[in-house]
């Protein structure tokens, strides 16, 4: 193996790694230095000449010239009858320069100097990915599917750095094969046995919000803010922004005309409800918004315990509430008090679905009354519980539970 051979190895680093020249130069001066002072002791007489570029490398000794019988020093001396040989015009106390080749540190070392040279360029390499995407933590990137398994998907940058997005941070509904291209938001960025490891989120608060910075320009601007975000990944998700121009909509320019900015966003969510909603500091006014599309009647705050009943008619409770319950659970984590919902007493006389009560009665329960017709509170209401019991499955006991449920939703 000569030097243009150990030279080429390294550039393709360069190449594919995009690994400086001066970094280069420096990894390479450190290998051979530390190979000479290997065997020679000292490296203070060399001169490690390097030109990564064209591939050479050039290694020089520096000795003094001395009187015969002098050289107390082989690799610092030499012998003035000696340097003759190399240029007649040599004179004692002038320095002798000699070529070292690659060649005299022997096979082995040679070998070695290799290894070394890919250990130490690995290394570095490693430390530059971690630097790179410490410092993209929180920011969009676009990659491409390499790898699908069952707990993540292994993906590529434009680099071939790989990034992981494990199925805990993909929306329920994503679907990727292989050569898909993804973006995500870099979420976080850890170190596991000296390897730099890169997780992606598409799950993320984060991930919308930047969505929503490259979608709306008076976002990016920051004529909008964005105050609070919060998700159930794939169903739905509520944004409070707010203004810092009177003359700006906020909720109109995020949502643009006839949605055509939201729409590009919803669409990469997998169609994720998003309810962008105006931020205000009036609490009351907030819940209000935050229950969107439900209408409230009336709202009740206890601001020391952060806990808010809010009064609907009975048409209006299961719009608050949301399909699996996330619209409100997402009203109360976006304005962060604990929300308890009840139907305004003025409505009491009016009948309740039976799918309102579904946080308090079985949906199998349910299901069965709906085969015998009832599917109103009073409607069940109507039949005793002996009756209850002879026209469906159930046994008296719940039967009997049943109706102190729904009793209490008219008393």
Known sequence: MDTAELIESFSDFKEFKNIDRVTMMNILEDVFRSVIIKRYGDDSNYDVIINPDKGDLEMWRNRAIVHDGEVEDDNREVAVSDAVKVEPD????????????????????ILSIKQFLASKINDLEKDSIYKKYKDRVGEIVTAEVYQVWKREILTLDD???????????????????????LRAVVSKVDMRNAT????????????????FEMEVPEIFDGLITIKNIVREPGERAK?????????VDPVGACVGMKGSRIHGIV????????????????????ITRALSPAKITNVKLNE??????VYLKPDQVSLAIGKGGHNIKLASRLTEFEIDVYRDSEEDVEDVDLEEFADEIESWIIDELKAIGCDTAKSVLDLSVSEIVKR????????AELHKILEAEFE
């Open 90 to 109: 040599f004179e004692i106390g002038e320095e002798l320069s000699e070529e070292v080749k690659i060649a005299h540190f022997g096979r082995r070392n």
């Open 159 to 181: 680099e071939g750095n790989e990034l992981i997005l494990p199925k805990s941070e993909q929306i329920p509904s994503d679907y990727f094969k292989k050569g898909d291209s």
């Open 196 to 211: 730099p490891v890169i997780i992606l989120s598409r799950t993320s608060p984060v991930f919308l919000e930047r969505l």
């Open 239 to 247: 944004v409070a922004v707010e203004s810092y121009d009177d003359r």
């Open 267 to 286: 669409r990469e969510l997998k169609n994720e409800n998003i309810d962008v909603i105006n931020y205000t500091s009036n609490a009351v006014l907030f």
């Open 304 to 309: 020391e315990t952060n806990h808010a009943d």
């Open 392 to 399: 469906t499955d159930l046994e008296e006991e719940t039967a």
